[in-house]
Nanobody, 123 residues
């Protein structure tokens, strides 16, 4: 059974940096980060393929956030730089159940989810 545990969220001032990590147990394929702010729908942030050679980002975070894999592929990291107040949200790690050559940006493509970690950016 696949389990995902996020860590590393917190409070930071605008312009600062945070790193959130997702520890994965069990076999996974492509993975992604989504976020959800109060009163808003869950939105895609970034995704990475199994080998770490392919990544994709939401336009709102492109150039500021970096997704990567480490630790024999069982850790997915989201490095967030130049944070803005509008980045404030609960951040969720997600894992696909099956192999796909395409790195999906929709929540429905991911079967396994973590419990979320809060990121708050103050102005």
């Amino acid at each position: 059974q696949v389990q995902l545990v996020e860590s590393g969220g917190g409070l930071v001032q605008a312009g600062g940096s945070l790193r959130v990590s997702c520890e994965v147990s069990g076999r996974t394929f492509n993975m992604a980060w989504f976020r959800q702010a109060p009163g808003r729908d869950r939105e895609f942030v970034a995704a990475i393929n199994w080998g770490g050679s392919m990544t994709t980002y939401a336009d709102s975070v492109k150039g500021r956030f970096t997704i990567s894999r480490g630790g024999a592929q069982n850790t997915v990291i989201l490095q967030m730089n130049s944070l803005k107040p509008e980045d404030t949200a609960a951040y969720y790690c997600a894992a696909a159940r099956y192999f796909s050559a395409l790195v999906a940006t929709t929540a429905s493509a991911y079967a396994h989810w973590g419990q979320g970690t809060q990121v708050t950016v103050s102005s």
